[in-house]
């Protein structure tokens, strides 16, 4: 049966920030090619009219060059994110080494997402030994750098005491922190805590349910699960199948990867009737269409605002009227 449990520091956050990141790069190397803004010394015939280029889907191969470009050029996001997919790729082009490489150079030029990664392959031992005092190190500098994932993975040694001596009060500081800045690993774990009455806080199941339920709401599968497991079990609420089938269904359509999860969905599943996991299936495919929309219409909002902020071609003088003529 599935349980709540405080979680280990693990390798799975080195890379939660990686699409944010490449997004970032969108600008510089665009997954799509954009339309050419004419250079300010451009000019037309007032009559031209200019078709616009159809936007195409960059190849792999020219968003990596236009990677490694704007590393020849110093860019620390670029040097984060090629290393990242050099560490990530198949098994001939793996190169830990050169990663890590690339997240130094990163780090030295002020990166926090550099810094999270070197102290990432520290952790792990990924283009060198394991070391988790230089691992803390280097979290710790992504912290101080405004890194909501560094300060979750410093609350997990403090609270566990994983490589540093246990220190509840600067453990749940930092996870604070991390639930401040909307990580929803943070906001998560710190459900967890009240839950289950650990790390310094007193138990609080009423808590526990508000925290899951906001980093549910960031999709993020393993609040999900939590929810499901508060309803199944009646922590701090009455006992309701019908929703925890719900979040077990969108646990797992999410991505969970939990042992036990098919047990726990098939068992909840046995103690309904037909029609109330038609009920649950069907809220489940509602928050998950509804959560799908909200995130077209952010995306469409961020579009459009980059549009707006991208600077406009100056009018060709010629085609101006011209005003206070002196004769």
Same mark, same amino acid.
């Given at each position: ?23 970032a ?21 007032a ?21 490694? /470009? ?10 984060v ?8 790729a ?14 130094q ?28 005092? /230089?691992?803390?190190?280097?979290f ?12 979750f993975? +410093?609350?997990?040694?403090y609270?566990? *005491? ?17 639930? /401040?800045?909307?990580?929803p ?15 310094g ?23 999900? +699960? ?8 009646? +922590?701090g609420?009455?006992i ?14 999410? *991505?969970?990867?939990?042992p *036990? ?9 046995e ?40 600077? /406009? ?15």
């Amino acid at each position: 049966m599935l349980k709540l449990k405080l979680n280990q520091p693990s390798r799975f956050l080195a890379f939660c920030s990686l699409l944010a990141l490449i997004g970032a790069l969108g600008s510089v190397s665009p997954l799509k090619a954009q339309n050419a803004t004419a250079p300010a010394n451009a000019t037309a015939p007032a009559s031209a009219t200019v078709a616009p280029t159809p936007e195409r889907t960059m190849t792999a191969q020219e968003f990596l060059d236009g990677l490694n /470009k704007e590393v020849e050029n110093g860019n620390p996001q670029a040097m984060v994110a090629l290393g990242a997919i050099i560490q990530n790729a198949d098994t001939n082009s793996r190169n830990y080494g050169k990663a890590l490489e690339l997240f130094q150079k990163a780090a030295a030029k002020g990166s926090p997402e550099g810094y999270y990664q070197v102290g990432a392959a520290y952790e792990v031992g990924q283009g060198t030994r394991t070391d988790l005092t /230089k691992a803390i190190q280097n979290f710790q500098k992504a912290s101080e750098l405004g890194s909501k994932e560094a300060d979750f993975k +410093l609350s997990q040694f403090y609270l566990l *005491g994983v490589g540093v001596p246990q220190d509840l009060p600067k453990g749940l500081a930092s996870l604070n922190a991390s639930a /401040k800045a909307g990580f929803p690993p943070a906001i998560n774990e710190l459900g967890v805590l009240y839950v289950l009455g650990q790390g310094g806080v007193a138990k609080d199941e009423k808590k526990a349910f508000d925290y899951f339920n906001q980093a549910a709401q960031a999709s993020y599968s393993e609040a999900m +699960l939590n929810l499901a497991v508060i309803y199944r079990d009646g +922590l701090g609420r009455p006992i309701n199948n019908v929703q925890a089938l719900k979040w077990f269904i969108l646990a797992a359509t999410y *991505g969970s990867q939990t042992p *036990g999860l098919r047990e726990s969905v098939i068992a909840v599943q046995e103690k309904l009737k037909p029609t109330e996991v038609a009920t649950a299936e069907k809220e489940a495919t509602a928050w998950r269409n509804d959560q799908i929309k909200k995130a077209q219409e952010a995306q469409q909002k961020a579009q459009e605002a980059q549009q707006k902020a991208q600077p /406009k071609a100056p009018a060709d003088k010629a085609a101006q009227p011209a005003t206070n003529v002196k004769k």
